[in-house]
């Protein structure tokens, strides 16, 4: 069992920054890639961007491109994401996802964390 745990979403203004964590406990020796996504109200969810656990390889999607990153710690199991130049349109819950070796898609979900981004 893997159990994910998000943290560092908050309040903050247009242009601001925000790096949110999530940390993976349990049997993480099992996972292939991590991930976040991101869910706005009324709107379907958008995959942000996820690391590959072995390798360490990561991509974001155009869509965020150049003002977020994501990186990781591999020694706490935790990923990062980093959000920079904030826009009011970047206000979701974002989520962390895990996807487990041999696994086609993300199935490990943590609960999520709100990002508001006021202008």
């Known amino acids: 069992q893997v159990q994910l745990a998000e943290s560092g979403g908050g309040l903050v203004q247009a242009g601001g920054s925000l790096r949110l964590s999530c940390a993976a406990s349990?049997?993480?020796?099992?996972?292939?890639?991590m991930a976040w996504f991101r869910q706005a109200p009324g709107k379907e969810r958008e995959f942000v961007g996820h690391?590959?656990?072995?390798?360490?390889?990561?991509y974001v999607n155009d869509s965020v491109k150049g003002r977020f990153s994501i990186s990781r710690d591999r020694i706490k199991n935790t990923v990062f994401l980093q959000m920079n130049s904030l826009k009011p349109e970047d206000t979701s819950v974002y989520y962390c996802?895990?996807?487990?070796?041999?696994?086609?898609?993300?199935?490990?979900w943590g609960q999520g964390t709100q990002v508001t981004v006021s202008s």
């Open positions: 690391v590959r656990l072995n390798g360490g390889g990561t």
């Open positions: 996802a895990a996807q487990r070796l041999g696994a086609y898609n993300y199935d490990i």
């Open positions: 349990g049997r993480t020796d099992r996972l292939y890639a």
